[in-house]
C-alpha cells in the first residue's frame, strides 16, 4: 500500500485558482492509478477525477469538466489537482487516493479547500 499525503489546500476566493499535491511513499507508485475525491459538509464523497497509472487516460466528473486537471509525475511520486475558477460549491475535504487494477481505494487524510464568494 502507498501512504498518500495531500497538500495545498486552503481559502480562495470564487474565481480564483488552487493546485492540490498529493505525495506518494513507496517504490511502486507508477503502478497505481489515482484519484481525487471530495466531501463537502453533509454530502457524501464524491470522484471527481481520475488517471491512469501511465498517465495516458484521466476522467472527470461533469460537475468540474473543463475547470480541473489532474497530473501525475511518476518520477516524484506525486500526483496534481490543478483547480481553476473556483466556485463556492467547490468547498470540501479534498482526498487523493490510489489503487491497483480494480481494487479499493486507498486513501489520503485530506486537504481542506473553502471557497469565498
Do not use: H
Not at 488552487?18 to 457524501?44: D, I
Not at 488517471?51 to 476522467?59: K, Q
Amino acid at each position: 500500500q502507498v501512504q498518500l499525503v495531500e497538500s495545498g489546500g486552503g481559502l480562495v476566493q470564487a474565481g480564483g485558482s488552487l493546485r492540490l499535491s498529493c505525495a506518494a511513499s513507496g517504490r511502486t507508485f507508477s503502478r497505481y492509478n489515482m484519484g481525487w475525491f471530495r466531501q463537502a459538509p453533509g454530502k457524501e464523497r464524491e470522484l471527481v477525477a481520475t488517471i491512469r497509472w501511465s498517465g495516458d487516460s484521466t476522467w472527470y466528473a461533469d460537475s468540474v469538466k473543463g475547470r480541473f486537471t489532474i497530473s501525475r509525475d511518476n518520477a516524484k511520486n506525486t500526483v496534481y489537482l490543478q483547480i481553476n475558477r473556483l466556485k463556492p460549491e467547490d468547498t470540501a475535504v479534498y482526498y487523493c487516493a490510489a489503487r491497483l487494477g480494480a481494487t479499493p481505494w486507498n486513501w489520503g487524510q485530506g486537504t481542506q479547500v473553502t471557497v469565498s464568494s
